[in-house]
């Protein structure tokens, strides 16, 4: 089973900086990785799948790269409405997620 | 409006039996893979259960395999969770997931999980 590892754990950054955000397949994964926000008390929501493609209505500071076995979720300059939590996933498989918080 | 709506959850006691519903509309509910996924109380995402578009392929997290039991009834638009022996640790929210295909001008296949309900709670306790 495919393993997926998420770093860091927490992310303290300042509005308007560039977050970045990891994952790591246990195993090639080819492009087959989607990234999720969540904000407390919300449903996750879809951002980047196929590790590179924004989902429906994701502003373009969100930006996904990587395939194989290391990918990265960039947040070119950071909202207020960004800090949340992120999650990569790999089909039944979610990394244990990333809290982005305001430095 | 695509929307997912479920209900079903609440308190429980450790051994018994639960069972969830997600509503379905705004889409063709039975031409979507669909997922169970669930939050436990200030923990990470997991990943429980999935479903064929006609039901004829359903695959279960280890933590949940022969204990808990999904289904769809595509007439209704209805996605379903049977839950049974509910334990301590089955405590969480429970969202109902849309499963969206992809394909690049490659014909490249990848997925998102692009819709979610609002989720239903599962408290087991006694």
């Known amino acids: 089973e495919i393993v997926v590892t998420q770093s860091p754990a927490t992310l303290s950054v300042s509005p308007g900086e560039r977050a970045t955000l990891s994952c790591r397949a246990s195993?090639?994964?080819?492009?087959?990785l989607a990234w999720y926000q969540q904000k407390p008390g919300q449903a996750p929501r879809l951002l980047i799948y196929?590790?590179?493609t924004r989902a429906t209505g994701i502003p373009a500071r969100f930006s996904g790269s990587g395939s194989g076995t290391e990918f990265t979720l960039t947040i070119s300059s950071l909202q207020s409405e960004d800090f949340a939590v992120y999650y990569c996933q790999q089909y039944n498989t979610f990394g244990q997620g990333t809290r982005l918080e305001i430095k | 409006e695509v929307q997912l709506v479920e209900s079903g959850g609440g308190l429980v006691q450790p051994g018994g039996s639960l069972r969830l519903s997600c509503a379905a509309s705004?889409?063709?509910?039975?031409?979507?893979?669909m997922h169970w996924v669930r939050q436990a109380p200030g923990k990470g995402l997991e990943w429980v259960s999935h479903?064929?578009?006609?039901?004829?392929?359903?695959r279960y997290a280890d933590s949940v395999k022969g204990r808990f039991t999904i289904s769809r009834d595509n007439a209704k638009n209805t996605l379903y969770l049977q839950m049974n022996s509910l334990r301590a640790e089955d405590t969480a929210v429970y969202y109902c997931?849309?499963?969206?295909?992809?394909?690049?001008?490659?014909?490249?296949?990848?997925?998102?999980?692009?819709?979610w309900g609002q989720g239903t709670m599962v408290t087991v306790s006694s």
């Open positions: 195993q090639s994964v080819s492009n087959k």
């Open positions: 479903i064929h578009l006609d039901g004829s392929i359903t």
């Open positions: 705004g889409f063709t509910f039975r031409t979507y893979w």
């Open positions: 196929g590790a590179s």
């Open positions: 997931v849309r499963q969206e295909d992809y394909y690049d001008s490659d014909g490249l296949y990848s997925y998102g999980f692009d819709i």
